[in-house]
């Protein structure tokens, strides 16, 4: 290691510390609470029927997250009671790998999870793109970084991690079978 | 006395398993960088802590190779003293074990407590038998809680292996 690389080290670190206070992280706090809330709003979507005839009991009940950056704040996980059966939907946070946020469905010592990822995004594969430029071709060019992303709320494939599944009505029922060690 | 017993030369050295262990650390750091799609939706955190464990399991599979190398070059070196001519007291009474035991030795009970008879290798001996329970551990699937005395990793394994070489004399 040598002074050289020591002051480019320093540089390097200087410049992502800079980069990082200039996203406003109580915007995105306040825009996964409300992707958070849209999810909630789906599920209690799926189970409304149940619920009507009291076959199912939800309950909406505030838990502390703490992320860095972020500091902690409030958010909202459901109880889902099934008999006694008891299903958790606990929120992870936003601060996450390649997802704008999760929440993990738990219950009977099992978990499933919810991410909140690109809406085109059907597997891992989708991340990867690989191209070949034979000599003398132009290298095609990168994708351009600042494209808004849709992101929309896929279930984690427990057979297959690399793909997410639709949240729809059936999938999310099989979902809560499994958890729930129906 | 028999021929002295063909070695496979799948045995590997120390310095084979230090680069083994060291290379593979050094790939599961790597794969571990965050970025990579396996880690969609984990928490920096997870990511951390599952490389922590990982690291761990690698530690202890080295560990046991490193060990298991050091019972083969202990093994070998039993073997060639039994057949060669060396005159010195250690390889007599190697000699006169194999002539009771053959190659059907105990590694912790019969060679390494005549290693311990040795002035230079005492200490160092009964630090490889203890260290063999680790080894065991390891083998058989540790379903047990071990009574180790002292807490074993892949460092302080290859450093045995350090002291082995200066001090053991392989021949």
Known sequence: MTADEFEKFIEKKNKESQSEAKVDWNKEKKEWLKYLSDLHTDIEGFLSKYVKAKKINLKKYPVIIEE???????????????????????????????????????????????VLVDSRLKSLKDLIKITITLPGENKPKPKAKSEKIDWSWRLQDPDSPGKFLELNEENFYACLMEVANG | MARTPAFSGESLSFEQVYKHHSDLEAALIEYYVAGKPKFIGYTLSEVKIELETRKLELDRTSSFSCLSSIEAAIRMDYLKRCHGKRKDELSLKFRDL???????????????????????????ASEIKAALKYRHWLAHGRYWVPKLGKKYDFTGIYNLTILIKSRFGFS
Request: charge should be neutral; charged fraction near 30%.
């Open chain 1, 68 to 114: 860095e950056n972020i500091g902690e704040y409030r958010a909202n996980a459901i109880s889902i009671q099934i008999g006694n059966e008891s299903v958790v939907l606990r929120p992870i946070g936003t601060m996450l790998i390649g997802s704008k946020g999760r929440v993990d469905i738990e219950g009977n010592g099992k978990t499933r999870k919810i």
């Open chain 2, 98 to 124: 194999f002539r009771i035991k053959g190659e059907s030795v105990s590694l912790e009970e019969d060679i390494l407590e005549i290693w311990k008879q040795e002035a230079a290798t005492k200490a160092l």
